[in-house]
């Protein structure tokens, strides 16, 4: 068991998010996809085991965890999954509480659809899973789910199908609810949702289907 687990990937991250998001969070164990080191390493974080071919960390960062107590799990350049799909399938296995991505966005957009198609792994075990970037916190849901404004990453909130339908979809508690309404991949009705004035709770729920989840925010 991993207990509350971050994993970081190599794709952009902002340290100075990062930093402050982390603040008074505690992770029972960390992992980095390859790169990831590199910002583990300025974020000062311990960090338990390192996944990858290891070809684009900084000598530096590679330098101080081969140095530490870190758990090293090197794979060829050439493998038929990303340094990512590895981490993840590693620590699903392991029946983490929960997962947070750091480094799951950045700048190619390849690697960010890759990356929201296997937060599938971890939604089949019954696991949260969540890619956070500076304007963003990202989630899939096969069940009812409650959102408390508290708790709420950002203002707005977007509800995409990842299947080809989601159906019977109710929204209560929203700015623009829905009632038995059925959501469609290629349509973008879900998009840029709140919560009503005065509300402190909200809730999604549906009879079938995948959603994403996006949680978000401009500033």
Excluded at 83 to 104: F, K, N, Q, T, Y
Excluded at 113 to 118: D, F, I, K, R
Excluded at 168 to 179: H, K, P
Aim: charged fraction near 25%; aromatic fraction near 8%; hydrophobic fraction near 40%.
């Amino acid at each position: 068991m991993l207990g509350k687990t971050l994993i970081i990937a190599g794709g952009a991250i902002n340290i100075a998010f990062a930093r402050k998001y982390l603040e008074g969070k505690d992770f029972d164990t960390v992992i980095c996809a390859d790169s990831g080191m590199d910002a583990a390493e300025q974020l000062g974080l311990k960090v338990q085991y390192a996944v990858g071919d290891f070809d684009s960390v900084s000598e530096t960062a590679l330098k101080k965890y081969r140095e530490s107590e870190t758990e090293f799990m090197e794979y060829p350049a050439q493998k038929d999954a990303t340094d990512l799909h590895i981490a993840l399938d590693w620590v699903v296995e392991r029946s983490p509480s929960d997962i947070l991505l750091l480094g799951a966005t950045g700048k190619r957009l390849d690697h960010f659809l890759a990356n929201v198609s296997l937060l599938m792994k971890p939604l089949a075990r019954g696991i949260p899973a969540y890619i956070v970037d500076e304007h963003n916190c990202l989630y899939l849901l096969n069940r009812s789910h409650i959102i408390r404004r508290e708790e709420m990453f950002g203002k707005y909130i977007s509800f995409l199908p990842l299947t080809q339908t989601v159906n019977a979809v109710r929204l209560q508690g929203f700015r623009y609810e829905l009632d038995g309404g059925t959501l469609l991949l290629g349509d973008s009705i879900g998009v840029s949702n709140e919560l009503a004035e005065g509300s402190k709770t909200a809730t999604v729920s549906f009879r079938d289907g995948i959603l994403i989840v996006v949680e978000s925010r401009d500033e």
